[in-house]
């Protein structure tokens, strides 16, 4: 029995890549709000360590001393640059029967949690994200394992995010 020829085969490979490309979900990354709020927190303290870093050895044991107050400003610098990056891995995706969340740099991590084992969808907002205009949103399952978070998002999108989630999660456990 003929099993096709290398035309039918470059086709197949061609309409596998081609149906790989349409089922490859929609991403939507984090705002920019959320990089914004974890470099002004990391200004903040290191800014705070850094002063007294330098200064309490400065007064207290001779100028040289206050040198120590490099290090947290090279901290800063070095964290500067890590947040950026690690906001820029952040993502989630919407999908028909399931929610991805994907984010890491060295260690990429992508979450998977199904509509219909979703228990809780809730938002959070603390002091600090409400000052930046942010809410984060959690998902809670049967096993505590999956449970997942999308941080910083803007609250309207949150709670638009967390209704869906929830009418879907209901629509897909009634099945089960």
Not at 98 to 126: C, F, H, K, N
Not at 130 to 138: K, M
Not at 159 to 170: F, Q, S, Y
């Amino acid at each position: 029995m003929e099993t096709g020829s290398p035309q039918g085969v470059g086709q197949g490979a061609a309409g596998a890549a081609a149906r790989g490309a349409a089922d490859e979900p929609e991403w939507t990354g984090l705002p920019p709000g959320l990089l914004r709020m974890r470099r002004m927190l990391l200004v903040v303290w290191l800014g705070l360590l850094a002063l007294a870093a330098g200064l309490l050895p400065g007064l207290l044991i001779g100028p040289a001393w206050a040198a120590f107050a490099l290090l947290p400003l090279a901290a800063a610098g070095w964290g500067w640059v890590l947040l950026g990056r690690n906001w820029s891995s952040w993502r989630y995706a919407e999908r028909a029967d399931d929610l991805l969340i994907s984010r890491g740099v060295l260690w990429r991590e992508e979450t998977v949690v199904p509509y219909g084992r979703m228990q809780l969808v809730e938002v959070t907002s603390g002091p600090v994200e409400r000052h930046f205009g942010l809410a984060s949103v959690q998902l809670h399952t049967a096993a505590a394992a999956t449970d997942a978070t999308i941080p910083g998002l803007d609250p309207a999108e949150a709670e638009r995010l967390r209704d869906r989630l929830t009418e879907l999660g209901e629509a897909r456990s009634a099945g089960l």
